[in-house]
């Protein structure tokens, strides 16, 4: 989800996520939609007795059957009132062939009735109260039970809301399509579960997977302050009753630069007690569950994920600052638990958060990819899969896989990811800032590189002075970085041919901290060649550091996310974790540089340094510490 200052989150999350209204043109479509929709404004009735607000376009033609494409939201499926129309769908493809488009406020968010509960666990077993009356459909296929579950759940009120829309519309062709974008994409993934027949296709993209790994709020257990708090100052203030409008967030920032408004906020227990007031009821959870508790396995769908019966395309962005993690996960643990007929894929594009569906996607910042890689998606990607299995048109044309290989710019396809071709190949950290394919005798805890980290000088994740985080700095220059001493930098020498990476990367540091907590960052980085000539917008392109994955590791949950581990102070210790896959060819010319360091701010919020529960801590447990990265510690890859 982005994360954006209060004046102007809730407006652009309308527009780029919340209703379905964010497309790879810029074309204002409302007129189109005007001539040759119609719209409806229904509260639709749960198996519970709550009503969810939806809005449905179908189209005038009436002399066809069309398949219903629904988005489930949390950010409002405006725009409201039967006369206001969007200014596009995501993707006008679709639209111009014919779907009836359906959007729905998710319970207890806008205009829909009941409490909204993040990311509301799955009830595989729900309680089930007296049986009750249920009223004869027109059509559909009657499999709502005749007993209505106490408990319900975002897959339950998916099913509830298909099989309504199956029950009431005159002219849909019995088959469901369901999509959405980070938060509706976790919706997205509830519909999987949902179970129903008439569901013959799922488009999770972007999807919230998990918070505590990968997703949005926690990077393998460290907490992405900056977006957390930006989002939920507003997101995740109650609403007491429906309404159209988002309630603002913090806006009292008085000044431009987030690094100064965070490192001058101080400890994370200072948030509440200086500006959320104790009134966000997720950030008071979040703080209550530390570690990864029954609490938070609850959050995610993945052990669910089984004998899944619609057909599924994952969509995400390798240069994802939100969701890039869920992607990924969730792509991989449908391959895991289901048999290999399921019908599964992936597409991952150079793209930033919900990128294929809003730009060009020709570049990010001053990295250029060449195509408009967001149309190409929208024809012939998206647009295929739900007209192949939603209306039996055209061809299942598409492979396991559909990558796009940044460095060289081009489109791959896979039968599977990774790639089968693709082996798992060791770079070792050596002396004299050296990363070689070759494991000298090094190892072993004897030769390091050591640096001092200060939690009141932390590393920054971009050298730029802004107030909203940015979506460019997955990809920007990180030269910066490697000019403080605080960062180690490692790279290979010049390549004599062009290496292709297509995989998970596995950092396996062996380190030693003068503290018993520390935090570890690994970056992977492309070194453009020094002699390149190109300019972009200013900027020499010589010598460019372009960051492809970056990803930090809280030292703490090293050996296990629920039962956190103190740092025995001086004492060589092994961390290793997985930073999400890349799909990326170091050319000819260019050097694989790794930098390492122990703070990202204010991505990541910071650690004291001491083994204490940082969501309790004060400002004076926070600690200098000395680090050492021994030589032999290497970085795996998948290389083609």
């Known amino acids: ?45 749960m198996r519970d007795g709550i009503k969810l607000f939806t809005s449905i376009y179908a189209p005038k033609d009436k002399t066809k059957s069309y398949p219903i494409l629904l988005k489930r939201t949390p950010y409002s499926c405006s725009p409201y009132g039967t006369d206001q129309f969007p200014t596009t769908f995501q993707n006008m493809n679709l639209a111009e062939s014919g779907y009836i488009f359906v959007f729905q406020d998710v319970r207890g968010k806008y205009m829909s009735e009941g409490d909204f ?6 009830l595989p077993k729900p309680v089930v109260a007296a049986p009750v009356k249920v009223e004869k459909k027109k059509k559909g296929n009657n499999e709502v039970p005749a007993t209505a579950p106490i408990s319900v759940d975002e897959s339950t009120d998916t099913y509830d809301t298909v099989d309504w829309l199956l029950a009431n519309l005159s002219n849909d062709n019995g088959n ?26 799922v488009s999770p993209q972007a999807p919230v ?94 052990p669910h994920l089984k004998d899944v ?53 020709d570049r990010l910042g001053h990295v250029k990819f060449d195509a408009k890689t967001s149309d190409y998606y929208a024809k012939e990607i ?44 060791s770079f070792y950290l050596q002396s004299n800032g050296l990363l070689s394919n070759t494991s000298l005798a090094e190892e072993g805890g004897v030769s390091f590189d050591a640096f001092m980290s200060d939690p009141s000088k932390p590393v920054p994740y971009t050298e730029d002075i802004h107030l909203k985080r940015t979506k460019e700095y997955m990809i920007d220059d ?108 170091f050319q000819k010319g260019h050097r694989l540089m790794v930098q390492i360091q122990s703070s990202w701010f204010p991505l990541a919020d910071r650690n004291p340094q001491q083994f204490v529960n940082i969501y309790e801590c004060k400002d004076t447990d926070f600690i200098k510490a000395t680090h050492k990265v021994f030589y032999g510690s290497s970085i795996e890859f998948m290389v083609k």
């Open 117 to 122: 509960v993040d990311v509301k666990p799955f």
């Open 478 to 585: 990180q030269r910066f970085a490697a000019r403080r001493p605080d960062v180690l930098t490692y790279a290979t020498p010049v390549l004599q041919a062009d290496m292709t990476m297509t995989g998970a990367v596995v950092a396996n540091l062996l380190v030693s901290t003068t503290g018993t907590d520390a935090d570890w960052v690994v970056k992977i980085i492309d070194v453009f060649p020094d002699t390149l000539s190109t300019v972009d917008n200013g900027l020499p392109m010589g010598g460019y550091q372009m960051l492809v994955r970056g990803e930090i590791m809280r030292g703490r949950y090293r050996n296990s996310f629920e039962f956190p581990e103190a740092f025995v102070p001086n004492q060589p210790t092994q961390v290793k974790f997985t930073l999400p896959d890349i799909a990326h060819t």
């Open 1 to 45: 989800m982005q994360r954006l200052t209060h004046s102007i989150y809730f407006a652009l999350s309308v527009l780029l996520f919340l209703s379905g209204n964010i497309t790879a043109q810029t074309t204002d479509y409302t007129a189109y939609i005007r001539d040759n929709y119609t719209k409806t404004e229904v509260m639709v009735p």
């Open 209 to 302: 997977t998990d918070w505590f790994i990968g997703d949005d709020f926690h990077h393998n257990g460290a907490f992405f302050v900056m977006d957390a708090f930006s989002f939920y100052s507003g997101f995740g203030l109650p609403r007491p009753q429906p309404t159209t409008n988002g309630q603002p967030g913090f806006g009292d920032w008085n000044t431009p630069d987030n690094y100064d408004f965070y490192l001058k906020a101080g400890a994370l227990r200072n948030y509440n007690e200086r500006y959320l007031k104790g009134k966000v009821p997720f950030w008071n959870d979040l703080v209550a569950h530390p570690n990864y508790d029954d609490w938070w396995r609850a959050r995610t769908p993945q």
């Open 176 to 201: 469901v399509g369901v999509y959405g974008i980070s938060y509706p994409g976790f919706y997205a993934t509830m519909a999987i579960l949902a179970n129903h027949s008439a569901i013959k296709a």
């Open 309 to 361: 019966q619609p057909a599924v395309m994952v969509v995400g962005g390798l240069f994802d600052a939100e969701d890039c993690y869920g992607a990924w996960q969730l792509y991989k643990t449908i391959e895991k638990q289901n048999k290999p007929t399921v019908s599964n894929r992936i597409v991952m594009g150079p793209w930033v958060h919900g990128g294929w569906a809003r730009g060009a996607g």
């Open 382 to 425: 998206e647009f295929p899969f739900f007209e192949y299995h939603l209306k039996g048109k055209g061809a299942p044309n598409l492979n396991d896989a559909t990558i796009f290989e940044t460095g060289t710019n081009k489109w791959t396809n896979y039968s599977q990811w990774p790639p089968a071709e693709a082996k798992a190949k």
